[in-house]
């Protein structure tokens, strides 16, 4: 191997353990599972957030977001507990259901074409993922507006955060999850 290239990958590995520490110090607890798939897991609170479908196809009004989450005490967990935070700061919540069925053309366009890449985010817990449903399509089932987890319950499903812009830029976001002193981060890289 010539010195040019040994030099090359001396500087490459110096640069990739940077960015590991990085977002380490910017979101501890957390650990990549893939190329779109990120864990946080502390005393209090795992959660497991999937987003292969959004990461290259962000280009509309819709990020979807799969998310499995259990707890070490038991919670009820609001929607407006869940948040997604931009690159520049600022926070987006949830979408309702009245605008997410009011563009069921383009969320049901959405899923659709995201039903390929869909990760299995509940193989990263002992227990079965319930499913939470903060979204239903038309002629769905019922929505609610919280769900229950414990060290005996583990709830999962899809979140949809509707762009105030229309798209979502290229990035780092931080998919939040907050409750009571709890708190959940972990980055979620547009590309």
């Not at 949830?94 to 563009?103: E, V």
């Not at 780092?172 to 959940?184: F, N, P």
């Amino acid at each position: 191997m010539s010195r040019r290239l040994t030099l090359l990958c001396v500087a490459l590995a110096f640069t990739l353990i940077g960015t590991a520490q990085a977002q380490n110090e910017l979101f501890p607890n957390t650990t990549e599972l893939g190329g779109a798939a990120i864990q946080y897991k502390d005393d209090a609170v795992h959660l497991v957030a999937a987003y292969y479908y959004s990461q290259r196809n962000h280009d509309s009004r819709w990020l979807l977001i799969e998310a499995a989450v259990s707890t070490e005490e038991r919670m009820t967990i609001h929607r407006d507990a869940i948040r997604l935070i931009t690159p520049d700061g600022v926070e987006i919540t949830l979408a309702t259901q009245r605008r997410f069925a009011r563009d069921s053309q383009r969320t049901r366009l959405l899923i659709q074409q995201a039903a390929t890449t869909r990760h299995g985010i509940g193989s990263y817990f002992t227990l079965r993922a319930e499913n939470f449903r903060f979204f239903r399509l038309p002629s769905g089932p019922v929505v609610s507006d919280d769900f229950v987890v414990d060290n005996f319950r583990v709830a999962g499903g899809d979140l949809f955060f509707e762009s105030p812009t229309g798209a979502w830029e290229n990035g780092t976001y931080t998919l939040v999850i907050e409750h009571e002193g709890m708190r959940a981060a972990v980055p979620i890289e547009l590309e």
